[in-house]
């Protein structure tokens, strides 16, 4: 069964999921050749080891607290904020509290 991804025109809802974080899923929200929108959902505690995505990425915090380690720093990342990073960056996360994470990668020229 193929992913749903968001069609042109179509309005998602990426607010704060509040007490149903725990129960949603990671999901990729559209995906195209050149961008791709993933809400990233982190309960407390978890961490993504160190990686590197294949384009340019912003990570914004829609809900929670993260820390975002890349370019030889640590971030706090809460509701509001955003962090851009260059493409193939290696960075890594953990979340601090159940957290909700959108996440944009911009592919280059393929």
């Known amino acids: 069964m193929a992913i749903q991804h968001a069609k042109p025109g179509e309005v998602l809802e990426v607010g704060p999921l509040g007490d149903a974080i725990a129960a949603t899923k990671t999901r990729a929200l559209l995906k195209t ?5 993933l809400r990233l959902n982190l309960p407390a505690g978890k961490t993504i080891a160190e990686h590197k995505a294949p384009g340019e990425i912003t990570v914004q915090c829609i809900e929670g607290r993260v820390t975002f380690t890349a370019m030889g720093q640590s971030h706090e990342l809460t509701a509001g904020k955003l962090l851009y990073l260059s493409a193939a960056e290696p960075h ?3 979340a601090q509290e159940d957290s909700s994470l959108l996440v944009t990668i911009i592919f280059g020229k393929q």
């Not at 050749?33 to 929108?37: A, C, D, M, P, Q």
């Open 92 to 94: 890594a996360v953990q």
């Open 33 to 37: 050749e050149s961008v791709e929108v």
